[in-house]
């Protein structure tokens, strides 16, 4: 079969080719404006202030379970039936349609929630973090590598807390599981079986009036402009490349996170990674993949596939047995395996048992959640490097220090995209 050639033009339908690099310039080195937490230490007593940005159906249940440890002050979103609905199911006293001008206004919000789609998640919690507040952001965290290494930098830059919504980070038989496989109850660790659902094949889609709720443009943000059409604003903005990367990012930021951890990997990253498309997006439809099978292999040897398969979960296969574990299920070769405790002088993990307390708890103690800003780019990396060989059609070098491909001067261009004006790096400049 022959080799699918690199495509530029395939890329560039998903970002804009009108902006030039200089774009993507340094502007991460913002002022730092100190309006809430990290300035003002919060008292045993005194609740933190809340805002939530991206009320659509995650950011609200967030925001709800946020509740619990804070008062949810502000709303913002750039729907104004999302907004409206939130802030009434939150009793949320402040709406906001533009992010810029809650963050710069409210004195009183020491915490955000970002619940917004992928392609708005990084400038949003980049001016999140420059205006002082923490931050609990939806995964997967971000749209590129080049996104993930400017937010770590900052994150670290200004002492923010910063909670990736990995939360199966907090779920006793995720991390019961990597902790088995941490300490060698498996023997040597050899192979990870990463299973993700199969995506959508839907379209093509023709174009649609706005609803007169809906700021397109701005919904849009970074991402090159198209037609609204019913099937790529909210829930589905997922199965479009320029928005998002499919069930790879979707559902591979929280299983190739489960599987570093379990590896020891979780501020690191595979080696190579070779991504082939089985079954591509539609034409004029959706455009992230349908069926999928990328392999990677890691410095120590040990190999890890990520493909979509009915068994959704990670299964870590050693020399002694193998382990599975999943959402509501955990499982192994011989139930030994999982049954003796671990004794005497172990890796223990960080144990979190409530994603959002852990984040609370945090906020208050200023110490690290359990998914911080680090280990959520590293996940998410994984699964945009195998993307990026998906989409080349070639198997790819990954130097996980310098977090670039080796010998490659086409594939280090797809680590950032250029960002559609005036939605780049100066929007929150
Ligand atoms: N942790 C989990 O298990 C989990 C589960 C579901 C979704 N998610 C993640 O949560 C995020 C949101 O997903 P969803 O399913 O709730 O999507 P959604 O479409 O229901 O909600 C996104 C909301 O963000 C709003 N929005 C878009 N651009 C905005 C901007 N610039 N400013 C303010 N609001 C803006 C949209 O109008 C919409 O209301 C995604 O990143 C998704 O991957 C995580």
């Not at 949003?124 to 965290?141: C, F």
């Not at 990736?164 to 079986?193: M, P, W, Y």
């Not at 991402?223 to 990012?249: D, E, I, K, L, V």
Request: net charge neutral.
């Amino acid at each position: 079969m022959a080799k699918k050639q690199w495509n530029r033009r395939e890329f560039l339908r998903d970002s804009t080719a009108a902006v030039a690099g200089s774009a993507l310039a340094g502007f991460f080195i913002g002022d730092a404006r100190s309006f809430g937490s990290p300035g003002k230490r919060l008292s045993p007593n005194e609740r933190p202030g809340i805002a939530l940005i991206g009320a659509g159906g995650r950011g609200r249940s967030d925001a709800n379970t946020a509740g619990n440890y804070g008062d949810v002050i502000a709303v913002c979103d750039v729907d104004e039936r999302h907004r409206n609905k939130a802030a009434k199911e939150l009793k949320a006293e402040h709406q906001y349609h533009n992010f810029r001008s809650l963050l710069q206004e409210r004195d009183d919000v020491h915490v955000v929630v970002n619940g917004t789609p992928d392609h708005w998640h990084t400038l949003i919690n980049l001016m999140a973090v420059r205006t002082g507040r923490d931050i609990y952001s939806e995964k997967p965290l971000t749209l590129t590598i080049d996104e993930g290494k400017r937010l770590v930098r900052e994150v670290k830059r200004h002492g923010t807390v910063f909670q990736t919504g990995s939360q199966q980070r907090s779920d006793s038989n995720f991390r019961k599981a990597c902790e088995l496989v941490r300490n060698g109850r498996l023997g040597k660790l050899k192979h990870i079986e990463v299973g993700l659902p199969t995506g959508p094949k839907e379209g093509p889609f023709s174009a649609e009036p706005v609803p007169s709720a809906l700021d397109w443009d701005f919904y849009q943000g970074q991402a090159r402009w198209m037609p609204y059409n019913g099937h790529n604003a909210h829930w589905n903005f997922r199965w479009w490349y320029r928005f998002s990367g499919g069930q790879m990012t979707d559902w591979g930021a929280h299983h190739c996170d489960i599987a570093q951890w379990g590896h020891g990997t979780e501020r690191s990253g595979p080696v190579s990674v070779n991504g082939k498309e089985i079954v591509g997006g539609m034409p004029g439809g959706y455009t992230t993949a349908v069926e999928y099978r990328v392999e990677y292999k890691y410095q120590d040897g040990v190999t890890m596939t990520v493909t979509n398969r009915a068994d959704r979960g990670v299964r870590f296969e050693g020399s002694d047995g193998w382990i599975f574990v999943s959402r509501g299920e955990l499982k192994a070769s011989d139930d030994s395996l999982l049954d003796e405790p671990l004794s005497g002088d172990v890796i223990r993990l960080y144990q979190s048992d409530n994603h959002m307390k852990n984040f609370f708890d945090c906020v208050r103690d200023r110490k690290d959640p359990v998914a911080d800003a680090e280990i959520g780019h590293r996940s998410v990396s994984v699964a945009h490097i195998g993307v990026i060989s998906m989409r080349a059609g070639r198997p790819l070098k990954w130097d996980p220090e310098q977090e670039q491909f080796l010998g490659e001067i086409e594939a280090n261009q797809w680590l950032s995209r250029d960002m559609r004006p005036p939605y780049d790096y100066r929007f929150i400049a």
